[in-house]
């Protein structure tokens, strides 16, 4: 999967890949806007980020998790 461009945003591939600056900028955007409850949870949380969003200006402002689920069906 390549990156995708739509109008002003960036969506990017990133599931297993993902390099260290844009792992704490996800970490930032998380704590700052609440969406995890703590610092841990969103360390071990951000090994799930698929893609990320990221605005003109290249900043992360949102993210796609994924995690696997093992199913008997």
Not at 8 to 35: C, S, V
Request: charge should be negative; charged fraction near 25%.
């Amino acid at each position: 999967m390549s990156v995708v461009e739509f109008h002003d945003y960036t969506i990017e591939p990133l599931y297993q890949k993902i390099p260290q600056e844009r792992r704490e900028e996800i970490i930032h955007l998380w704590m700052k806007n609440g969406a995890l409850r703590s610092l841990e949870e969103a360390r071990r949380r951000v090994n799930e980020v698929a893609c990320i969003v990221c605005n003109s200006a290249k900043e992360v402002i949102g993210v796609s998790t994924v995690y696997p689920v093992h199913s008997d069906a």
